[in-house]
């Protein structure tokens, strides 16, 4: 009795069922096969989808020293259309909403990202879309629901 206390203690190294030594030698069952509805990877379905994804992803890596790194990123995803920059502009509002202790980091990331992104001309032939005027109205749209 007094040899499995030390055993216990030192670590059993005599191995056993279950030991690494048993599962290297690839005695392994074999896994059950997938049901019908087991979780898949969805891959993004267009490009809308893919950029909000991206954003997403980057949005939830913020903090406040790193800021110029996720602003970059978020240039580098290529904003092509004043619709892409709308999606982008609610994505970072809707984080900005849903975490207030962060807020002021997504000021600061709005701040860097209004004089980086792209401009676009306007479908009425007027002022062109900018980043400003977007997120503009993008918070008198969210403050008005």
Request: proline fraction near 6%; glycine fraction near 6%.
């Amino acid at each position: 009795r007094d040899d499995r206390r030390d055993d216990r203690r030192m670590g059993d190294r005599r191995g056993g069922p279950g030991d690494r030594r048993d599962r290297d030698r690839g005695d392994r069952p074999s896994l059950p096969s997938a049901s019908a509805n087991a979780y898949k990877v969805g891959q993004p379905q267009g490009r809308d989808e893919e950029l909000k994804r991206q954003v997403q992803s980057h949005l939830n890596k913020i903090a406040p020293d790193n800021i110029a790194t996720i602003a970059q990123r978020i240039v580098d995803t290529k904003v092509t259309s004043s619709e892409e920059l709308e999606s982008v502009i609610g994505l970072i509002m809707k984080k900005a909403l849903t975490e207030p202790h962060y807020c002021e980091t997504y000021a600061d990331l709005v701040f860097k990202l209004k004089s980086e992104m792209p401009e676009f001309p306007s479908e009425s032939g007027g002022k062109p879309v900018t980043f400003k005027s977007t997120l503009l109205n993008v918070t008198q749209n969210e403050f008005e629901q």
